[in-house]
């Protein structure tokens, strides 16, 4: 069992090398953004307990597909198998358990490490005969495929809403309406295969419009429902909510542009420490922007006409 697991911490190693960073670095920054995020969310919201519990158990149901552990159970005795799933589960629980913990959460500390436990014993049917609509049928790709992977996530987020109405609490209906655009920033993540790039008969500057274009509409789409409910129950703060759809807008577009500008590859480690600095720094993007644009249209001359 012991070998199991040093050959995912050799592969999540050789993963962050490919990526460009150092493990150790990987893992510090890794470390402060957790400790950042869970501290701001702790500030934000009364709920942050249970927000904490849904996050891990995401995380956790990833390991519970059940092709993978059919394969473990091949590999491993019954005893091993249940202890090596435990093990497992506790993990990527360990650092919600460990924050849980540290901010006195008692009652969402003894729930997760329940669930945590009792996840080990089942397994999720990664074979269900069930398509998740989606609404972005008619533009594939990005958020045709993200919205299936993370239609929980939105729905989440417009619970959030209702939940900031409930509770009178309009940082929590903002964190919201962030959450569906961060959500909608992982859709942009990993290159496109060259062939659907190659496929668009436009230019450079067109692909890149298009794309924009395409980002922009159905984010809208996403985060309407949060804005107007936003926007009727708060309608003295419209005005900070039109700036974080601005702001939203911005950071989609910049994080387009670093895609393309690093393509066919994926995003390099100087074009991640630009759009992590541009998150302390937001006026940074009046930079990286244009700088994003010109490399992604130099990248995308060699492909398309």
């Known amino acids: 069992m012991g070998e199991y697991f040093l050959l995912q911490f050799k592969m999540i190693n050789r993963r962050m090398i490919e990526i460009g960073f150092n493990p150790i670095i990987g893992y510090c920054l890794l470390l402060i953004a957790f400790v950042g995020v869970s501290v701001y969310l702790f500030a934000l919201s009364e709920f942050a307990p249970w927000i904490f519990i849904l996050i891990a158990l995401y995380f956790i149901s990833k390991l519970s597909d059940r092709d993978r552990n059919d394969f473990l159970k091949s590999v491993f005795s019954g005893k091993t198998y249940l202890k090596l799933r435990v093990i497992e589960n506790v993990i990527p629980a360990f650092p919600f358990l460990a924050f849980l913990a540290y901010q006195q959460s008692f ?38 495929v993200g919205w299936r ?28 309406l962030l959450l569906v655009f961060l959500v909608s920033l992982s ?67 910049a994080i387009i542009l670093a895609k393309y500008a690093a393509f066919p590859h994926q995003m390099n480690v100087p074009q991640g420490i630009l759009l992590g600095s541009s998150f302390l720094f937001p006026p940074m993007l009046l930079a990286i922007i244009p700088f994003f644009y010109l490399q992604a249209r130099r990248r995308l001359n060699d492909i398309l006409i």
């Open 187 to 253: 859709y942009y993540s990993k290159p496109d295969d060259e062939y659907y790039v190659w496929i668009f008969n436009k230019s450079a500057q067109g692909f890149l419009w298009e794309k924009i274009k395409i980002a922009v509409i159905y984010s809208t789409m996403l985060t309407l429902p949060i804005l107007i409910t936003l926007g009727i129950f708060y309608f003295s703060q419209l005005l900070i909510l039109l700036a974080l759809m601005l702001v939203g807008f911005v950071y989609l577009i």
């Open 107 to 144: 009652p969402a500390f003894a729930i997760l490490a329940l669930m945590t436990v009792l996840m080990a014993l089942f397994n999720l049917n990664s074979a269900i005969n069930f398509t998740i609509p989606s609404p972005f049928y008619k533009k594939p790709f990005e958020f045709t």
């Open 149 to 176: 992977n993370s239609f929980f996530l939105i729905f989440f987020a417009y619970f959030l809403t209702i939940m900031a109405i409930m509770a009178n609490n309009f940082n929590l209906g903002a964190f919201a």
